[in-house]
């Protein structure tokens, strides 16, 4: 039974993985705030990757953000903690901001 229990947390963490960043943050609720090309609440994805220069240098930076919350670099409206966005899944989504051109 154990086993069964290891190996479906095995399948979703391989499922969650698995899935396109544009799908996990569909998943995450981050266009509700957010969208690749325009400004919604917050910025631009587009932009924030132009902001830092398309340079993975910043990954930590942005899942700090993207975990932590932050505000005033992008206007009044903070951006709240991100708390059912993992490490994992905070560097991943960084990664692909900073992709966009």
């Known amino acids: 039974m ?3 229990a ?3 947390v ?3 963490q391989v499922s969650a993985m ?3 960043p544009e799908a996990l943050a569909k998943a995450k609720g981050c266009f509700a705030c957010h969208a690749i090309d325009h400004k919604v609440v917050g910025p631009a994805w587009k932009d ?3 902001k830092y220069h398309h340079n993975l240098k910043y990954v930590p930076l942005l899942v700090k953000m993207i975990r932590n919350g932050n505000s005033g670099i992008w206007g009044p409206v903070p951006m709240p903690p991100q708390h ?3 490490k994992a899944q ?3 989504l960084a990664k692909f901001i900073l992709s966009l051109k």
């Open 2 to 4: 154990v086993m069964l």
């Open 6 to 8: 290891l190996v479906g």
């Open 10 to 12: 095995s399948l979703a």
């Open 18 to 20: 698995a899935m396109s």
């Open 48 to 50: 924030v990757a132009a």
């Open 84 to 86: 059912n966005v993992t």
């Open 90 to 92: 905070a560097e991943e």
